[in-house]
């Protein structure tokens, strides 16, 4: 993914963590590790992304109950409300 100052987005970042997450073989369980500094106009598709991927995830990987998750804002910049 490329890196540029400001005009934060969620959602190329999202959909690639969703198409990995669902790569990972059935005897292993991914995690996601979602971090930004900024605030994005395209959060609630992210979000729907992760819940989709949730919704999927319940039957794809043995044993796991939902998706693991973890969100992480940093800096001046960052919503904690996203």
Same mark, same amino acid.
């Given at each position: 993914?490329?890196?540029?100052?400001? @005009?934060?987005?969620?959602? %190329?970042?999202?959909?690639?963590?969703?198409?990995?997450?669902?790569?990972? %073989?059935?005897?292993?369980? %991914?995690?996601?590790? !979602?971090? /930004?500094?900024?605030?994005?106009?395209?959060?609630?598709?992210?979000?729907?992304? !992760?819940?989709?991927?949730?919704?999927? !995830?319940?039957?794809?990987?043995?044993?796991? @109950?939902?998706?693991?998750? @973890?969100?992480?804002?940093?800096?001046?910049?960052? /919503?904690?409300?996203?």
């Amino acid at each position: 993914l490329g890196f540029g100052g400001g @005009n934060t987005s969620f959602l %190329p970042a999202a959909a690639r963590a969703c198409a990995l997450a669902m790569s990972t %073989p059935s005897t292993h369980t %991914p995690s996601i590790v !979602f971090m /930004s500094d900024g605030e994005a106009g395209d959060a609630n598709e992210a979000a729907t992304r !992760f819940s989709q991927l949730n919704n999927s !995830f319940q039957g794809h990987i043995a044993n796991a @109950n939902e998706l693991d998750l @973890n969100v992480i804002a940093f800096g001046s910049g960052a /919503s904690h409300e996203q």
